[in-house]
C-alpha cells in the first residue's frame, strides 16, 4: 500500500523558514520514473503546485517561488524535505505531498498525502 | 507565466452531464490531468492524460483535450460527484493547476 504523510510545524513566523517533511512508503524514489511533488492550498483556495523531484534527483520550481524553494530527498529514509524560507502570512495553507508513478498514470499525482495545515503568523 | 482557466462553478440536476472546461493556450499539446477534490480531503486523480481513467474512476467520467481546451464530463452525474475539480497540466517544465470549479449536484 502506497501512503504519503506530510509532517511539520503548525505555526511559523514571518520572515522564518518552514521546514516540512514527507514520509512514504509502498515505493521507492530510486524507480525509474517515481517522483514527489508538494502542492499547496490557501483556506478556501486552488491548489498551488510548488515542486517537484525525481528518481535522478532532477528539481523544478515554481517559477514565481523558485529563490524560497528547496526540495530534497533522503531516499533510504524514504523522505522528501521541502524548505521554504522568508515566510509570509499569504503562505497559510495546507501543504500537501503527492506521488507521480510516471508508467500507469503517466505525469499525474496518483496518490496524495492527507496535508498539513500551516499557519503564518506573529 | 502558463495559466489554465475553469469556470468557478458548474451546476447540473442528478442523472444529468455535467462538463466542465480547463483553457490554456495550444493546450492540446500537453496531456491535462483531473483531480476531484470534496471538503476536508485530499486531492484524488480522477482523469490523467487527457482521457484515461486511472481504477477506481466511474465510467461515467470521461475526457478529452483539443485545441485550446480540455473538458471532463460527468455523464449520469450523482450527488456523490459533487465536489471541487481541477485539471493540470505541465508547461516549460513546470507544473500548472488551474483555479478548480465547483460541482453543485442541484
Known amino acids: 500500500q502506497v501512503t504519503l504523510r506530510e509532517s511539520g510545524p503548525a505555526l511559523v513566523k514571518p520572515t522564518q523558514t518552514l521546514t516540512l517533511t514527507c514520509t512514504f512508503s509502498?515505493?521507492?524514489?530510486?524507480?525509474?520514473?517515481?517522483?514527489v511533488s508538494w502542492v499547496r492550498q490557501p483556506p478556501g483556495q486552488a491548489l498551488e503546485w510548488l515542486a517537484l523531484i525525481d528518481w535522478e534527483d532532477d528539481k523544478y520550481y515554481k517559477t514565481s517561488l523558485k529563490t524560497r524553494l528547496t526540495i530534497s530527498k533522503d531516499t533510504p529514509r524514504n523522505q522528501v524535505v521541502l524548505t521554504m524560507t522568508n515566510m509570509d502570512p499569504l503562505d497559510t495553507a495546507t501543504y500537501y505531498c503527492?506521488?507521480?508513478?510516471?508508467?500507469?498514470?503517466?505525469?499525474?499525482?496518483?496518490?496524495w498525502g492527507q496535508g498539513t495545515m500551516v499557519s503564518v503568523s506573529s | 507565466s502558463y495559466e489554465l482557466t475553469q469556470p468557478p462553478s458548474v451546476s447540473v440536476f442528478p442523472g444529468q452531464t455535467a462538463s466542465i472546461s480547463c483553457s490554456g493556450d495550444?493546450?492540446?499539446?500537453?496531456?491535462v490531468t483531473w483531480y476531484q477534490q470534496k471538503p476536508g480531503q485530499s486531492p484524488v486523480l480522477v482523469m490523467f492524460q487527457d482521457s484515461k481513467r486511472p481504477s477506481g474512476t466511474p465510467e461515467r467520467f470521461s475526457g478529452s483535450n483539443s485545441g485550446n481546451t480540455a473538458t471532463l464530463t460527468i455523464s449520469g452525474t450523482q450527488s456523490m460527484d459533487e465536489a471541487d475539480y481541477y485539471c493540470q497540466a505541465w508547461h516549460s517544465s513546470t507544473l500548472v493547476f488551474g483555479g478548480g470549479t465547483k460541482l453543485t449536484v442541484l
Open positions: 495550444k493546450l492540446e499539446d500537453t496531456y
Open positions: 503527492a506521488r507521480r508513478q510516471g508508467g500507469l498514470t503517466g505525469d499525474a499525482f496518483d496518490i
Open positions: 509502498g515505493f521507492s524514489l530510486n524507480t525509474s520514473g517515481m517522483c
